[in-house]
């Protein structure tokens, strides 16, 4: 079946200018985790969704930083007045139920701010 | 007590060698320890994991060793061949209300033929 979808796949903005990544979770994962991933460093967890439970925000590095999951599927992380410092590949990954560790990425946005 | 140390940071191994990656961890509320491995330009694909409850895991070439007492784990990948050049990430968590994996810096692999 399809995996994790994620648009878009690469993003250039400019430094001040909000950005939108979408994902497209699994059908039927209740579980979802935006992670960030910089150059040369691991995944940085940054915020989770399950079903229609309050979301753990507790990754995310600033109030620029927002997401939304609408409908219990896609999810949107917004980044207000991008910095320079917010480069790197966002990643979505999506889980099926609380019973079931396996976390399924996808191909992640690759996000450059001038 | 959140990290999750990985290395090395890249390893270079001949065509049937042995690659071996190891991790250590402080938070022994840690419960779950997969391995994902991720392919240039690609999301992170999970590639074996164990519980503490077990000190050895393998599916085909790819073993996971786990010492719970020094919290540290491994792993192996026997008979190592070019298309596993990748890169491997270590990860854990605590299972709970969230089970958010705190990973690794990543280990760059690249396998001569």
């Known amino acids: 079946g399809a995996g994790v979808s994620q648009s878009p796949s690469n993003k250039v903005t400019e430094k001040g200018k909000d950005v939108e990544l979408r994902c497209d979770p699994i059908?039927?994962?209740?579980?979802l985790y935006w992670y960030r991933q910089s150059l040369g460093q691991g995944l940085e967890f940054l915020i989770y969704?399950?079903?229609?439970?309050?979301?753990?925000k507790s990754g995310l590095p600033s109030d620029r930083f927002s997401a939304e999951r609408t409908g219990g599927s896609v999810s949107t992380l917004t980044i207000q007045r991008t910095q320079q410092e917010d480069s790197a590949v966002y990643l979505c990954?999506?889980?099926?139920?609380?019973?079931?560790?396996?976390?399924?990425f996808g191909p992640g946005t690759r996000l450059l701010v001038l | 007590q959140q990290q999750v140390k990985q290395s090395p940071q890249s390893l270079i191994v001949q065509k049937g060698g042995i690659s071996i990656i190891n991790c250590a961890y402080e938070?022994?509320?840690?419960?779950?320890f997969p391995w994902y491995q991720q392919f240039p330009g690609k999301g992170p694909a999970l590639l074996i994991a164990?519980?503490?409850?077990?000190s050895e895991k393998k599916e085909g070439r790819f073993t996971i060793s786990f010492n719970k007492s020094a919290k540290q784990f491994s792993l192996h990948i026997m008979d190592s061949q070019p298309g596993d050049s990748a890169t491997y990430f270590c990860?854990?968590?605590?299972?709970?209300?969230?089970?958010?994996?705190?990973f690794g810096t990543g280990t760059l692999l690249a396998v001569q033929p």
């Open positions: 164990i519980r503490p409850d077990v």
């Open positions: 990954a999506s889980r099926p139920d609380r019973g079931q560790e396996t976390q399924y």
């Open positions: 938070n022994t509320a840690f419960d779950y």
């Open positions: 990860a854990a968590s605590n299972g709970g209300a969230t089970n958010k994996l705190i």
């Open positions: 059908s039927g994962h209740t579980a």
């Open positions: 969704f399950q079903g229609n439970s309050a979301p753990d």
